[in-house]
C-alpha cells in the first residue's frame, strides 16, 4: 500500500479502520508500515479522495 | 512556562479534551494539554452542527461563535419529496474556530496549560506502567511525566493503540466524508438544516445543508465505509453540487471520517482514559460527536479529580469513568448503534415512505413519539425492525 502524499490531506479515516495498526500520524503525514500491512485493503476503500492504492504511486 | 511533569496529560484539545481538562484543573489537579495544531478548533473538521441543550451546561451562549440559529430539519426523500419538521428545542451552527478557542479557554482559566504544536508521538512506560507522553514541539524531541493520560486525539487516536487498546473500527462503522463550506449560495431559510437521502445520493449515509449565513453553507456528505469502493463520498457530492449548486464557489474543502459504532470496549486502562472520537463516543445514527465528547469529558475530568485526591490511578477506580458513561449515553449508544444498522438496510422505497409519513405530522407537533405512532400506522414492517433494534439492545444491557 502507498498513499499519494499529494493528494493526501491527513484525515487519518485510514488509521480508524486499519486492523493492525500499520498506519500512523507522523509530523502531519500519513505513513504506511508495509511490514505490518496485511495488504486488506480497507484503507483503499474508506479514504475519501482515493489517495491510497496497492503497490507504488506513479 | 512547562513543567516535567503534570498530575493529568490531556491529548488533544478539541471539545471532549478541553472538558476533561478543564474539569480535573478545577478540583486542583495540574494538567497540561498538548494539541499538535497551531491553536485549538483549527483546522475544522466538523459539519459544526449542535443542540442548545447539548452544550448550554458546558458554556455560557455567546454569539461569537454562533453562525446561525436553527429551528427546523428538512428532510428530502430520494423520489424528491420533502418533510420539514422542528427539531427538539433549538440548535445552532457553530464556528468552531472560536468555539473550541473558548471552550480551551475555560480550561486554561480553572488552571490547565495548553501547549500548541505539540504533536504527542508516544506513552512513556516505566515496568509495565504508563508513567508521561513523549511529544515533539518545535522540532524537539520531549518528554512530559504525568500520573494520567487522557486521550483525546480525534477518531485518529493512536493513544488507545500505544496502550495496547483495539482502536480499529468495521468498514460499515466508520463514514468517509467530504465537506465544502459553500458560498454564493442561496439559503431559502438560515434557520433550516437540510438532509438528503438515498442509496444514489448518499449510500448508508446522508448529504447535509447547514447554513453559515444567507449566502454560505457546510454542504458535506458521510457514506458507509463499506459502501464507498467504487465511488467515493467527493463524486458522490461533487454530483450533488453540479445539480443544485453550479454556481457555488467552494471556500473550504475537508475530507475525514465519523466513527458510526458503539463505544471502545475499552476505554480506561491504568494511567490512561480515552475520551470524544478517540473512545468512539459518537451518536452512531447522526454522527454528531461534539457533545457526546463533552459530557464523556466531563465525567471523565471529575473522575480524573477523584484520582488525584485518592492518589489512585489504577483502571479499576478509573473504570467509573466507563461506567458512568454507560449510565448516562452508552447504553443510548447502543441502541442507536442497532437502530443504525436497521436504517442502513433501508431501501430508497422505505425512505420515501418515512418522508411522507412525517410529512403528515405537523412539524410544531413533531417528536419521536408521534413519529413512531405515525410509522406503526404507515409502515408496520419498518416499525417492527425499529422494535427488534431497542429489544436486542436493552435485552444484550
Redesign the interface.
Known amino acids: 500500500m502507498t498513499i499519494n502524499k499529494e493528494l493526501c490531506?491527513v484525515?487519518?479515516?485510514c488509521?480508524?479502520?486499519?486492523?493492525v495498526?500499520a498506519i500512523?500520524?507522523?509530523?502531519f503525514e500519513a505513513v504506511i508500515d508495509n511490514e505490518k500491512c496485511i495488504e486488506c485493503g480497507?484503507c483503499i476503500?474508506?479514504?475519501?479522495?482515493?489517495a491510497i492504492k496497492e503497490g507504488i504511486h506513479d | 512556562m512547562i513543567e516535567d511533569r503534570y498530575d493529568v496529560v490531556v491529548i488533544g484539545a478539541g471539545p471532549a479534551g478541553s472538558v476533561a481538562a478543564r474539569f480535573a484543573a478545577e478540583k486542583g489537579a495540574s494538567v497540561l494539554i498538548l494539541e499538535r495544531d497551531r491553536e485549538p478548533g483549527i483546522p475544522v473538521?466538523c459539519a459544526e452542527g449542535v443542540s442548545h441543550d447539548g452544550i448550554a451546561p458546558f458554556i455560557k451562549i455567546d454569539k461569537r461563535w454562533i453562525a446561525t440559529k436553527i429551528k427546523t430539519a428538512g428532510l428530502h426523500a430520494p423520489n424528491g419529496k420533502k418533510a420539514v419538521m422542528y427539531n427538539n428545542g433549538d440548535g445552532y451552527v457553530l464556528e468552531r474556530r472560536i468555539f473550541d478557542t473558548e471552550l480551551c479557554n475555560i480550561a486554561c482559566q480553572k488552571g490547565a496549560t495548553l501547549l500548541t504544536k505539540a504533536?504527542a508521538?508516544g506513552l512513556v512506560w516505566e515496568n509495565s506502567k504508563i508513567v508521561g507522553v513523549k511529544y515533539?514541539h518545535l522540532n524537539q524531541k520531549k518528554v512530559v511525566r504525568c500520573s494520567l493520560v487522557i486521550g483525546a486525539d480525534?477518531?485518529?487516536?493512536?493513544v488507545g493503540?500505544w496502550a495496547g487498546i483495539d482502536?480499529?473500527?468495521?468498514?460499515r462503522d466508520?463514514d468517509?466524508?467530504?465537506q465544502y463550506t459553500l458560498t454564493n449560495i442561496e439559503i431559502e431559510d438560515t434557520e433550516r438544516c437540510e438532509f438528503y437521502f438515498g442509496t444514489k445520493i448518499a449510500p448508508g449515509g446522508y448529504i447535509w445543508i447547514f447554513p453559515k449565513s444567507n449566502n454560505t453553507a457546510n454542504v458535506g456528505i458521510g457514506i458507509a465505509?463499506?459502501l464507498?469502493?467504487e465511488k467515493?463520498?467527493?463524486e458522490y457530492l461533487d454530483d450533488f453540487l453540479n445539480e443544485y449548486y453550479p454556481k457555488a464557489s467552494i471556500n473550504y474543502m475537508?475530507?475525514?471520517?465519523v466513527?458510526t459504532s458503539d463505544t471502545l470496549n475499552e476505554i480506561v486502562k491504568d494511567n490512561l482514559m480515552l475520551v470524544g472520537d478517540a473512545a468512539r463516543q459518537v451518536n452512531p445514527i447522526t454522527g454528531g460527536g461534539i457533545v457526546q465528547g463533552m459530557i464523556a469529558g466531563s465525567i471523565a475530568g471529575k473522575v480524573a479529580a477523584e484520582a488525584f485526591q485518592k492518589k489512585d490511578f489504577s483502571k479499576k477506580f478509573l473504570n467509573k469513568y466507563s461506567k458512568e458513561w454507560n449510565k448516562k449515553l452508552g447504553y443510548k449508544q447502543k441502541t442507536m448503534y442497532r437502530m443504525k444498522d436497521k436504517f442502513m438496510g433501508m431501501d430508497d422505497n422505505r425512505f420515501n415512505n418515512l418522508v411522507e409519513i412525517c410529512q403528515k405530522i405537523p412539524k410544531d407537533k413533531f417528536n419521536l413519539r408521534i413519529l413512531f405512532q405515525e410509522v406503526i400506522k404507515g409502515d408496520p414492517k419498518m416499525m417492527l425492525e425499529i422494535a427488534k433494534a431497542f429489544v436486542i439492545s436493552n435485552v444484550k444491557k
Open positions: 490531506d484525515c487519518s479515516t488509521v480508524a479502520v486499519c486492523p495498526a500512523t500520524i507522523s509530523e480497507k476503500t474508506v479514504c475519501p479522495i482515493k | 473538521r504533536d508521538v515533539r480525534g477518531v485518529e487516536s493512536q493503540q482502536t480499529s473500527v468495521k468498514l466508520i468517509t466524508c467530504v465505509g463499506n464507498a469502493k467515493g463520498p467527493k475537508v475530507y475525514g471520517g466513527p
